[in-house]
């Protein structure tokens, strides 16, 4: 069975995002990715998980729009991608903020670039701010804020423009170990609540099996999906059951033993 048909089994959700024959060659001659075929399902959480270097930026990019693939197309509800378009939302890893505005005006600045006016952009700003837990901190500026807390007011200004896929760079790794695991639990909240598509790269095996529907394990050289998991731990016990949930801890570990031999 081939990888995307893999991923689509059993009782499977629609397709959001085909990612069909995609191959990336830099200009040099770095090959990126070669022939990558994976399908993200609508509604769900995949992380892409792999060594760096293995290509999961570059392919974020090319779904985004921001790169264009040397070989090979991708879908987005069925339509070709050929630009950024605003039923996707990326966000970065170093934040993006501006950091003269307030964290109101970042998070409503999708808005702003696409004309909603002030009263209305400012609203919906705040309904996210408080779906991220920024509730409080409107007036305050990027600087004033941490790294966890910065990377919130990305995820809110993504949200805040209704995007239907939300690509998302290691959003924790600027953050300190608590800051990330609340951010992790925030975020299975949102994916329950907001019913969006979230593509979610990390290099944390943790991270992949705690927040994510599904994984897809990334190798390189040649770049490649080695294989797609979908961890099926319980998610009705508290955030610290889980980490300590036998199967969570299994799937973790095996996990690891397919990507040990890449590590360098
Ligand atoms: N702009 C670029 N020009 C040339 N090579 C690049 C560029 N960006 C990334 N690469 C190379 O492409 C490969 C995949 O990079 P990347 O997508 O950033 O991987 P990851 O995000 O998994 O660490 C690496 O070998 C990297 O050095
Ligand atoms: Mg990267």
Redesign the pocket.
Known sequence: MSVAAEAVSNNAPPIAVEVDHVT?I???G????NDMTIHFPKGELTS?L????????????IIAGLLEPTAGKVKVNGVDVTGPGKERAFVFQDFALMPWASVLRNAAFGLELQGVNKSERHAIAEKYIDVVGLKGYENLYPHELSGGMRQRVGLARALAVNAEVLLM??PFSAVDEQTRRKFQEDILEVVDDEQKTFIF?T?SIEEAVYVSQSIAL?L?RP?RVSEIIRPDIRRDISPDAIRRDPVYLDIVERIWQGLRTYVE
């Not at 770095?30 to 990715?33: C, G, I, P, T």
């Not at 792999?50 to 990019?61: A, D, I, N, Q």
Request: aromatic letters at 4%.
């Open positions: 990336k830099y200009p040099g770095v090959e990126a990715l892409l792999g060594p760096s270097g293995c290509g999961k930026t570059t392919l974020l990019k760079d290691e790269v290099h990334l390189p770049s």
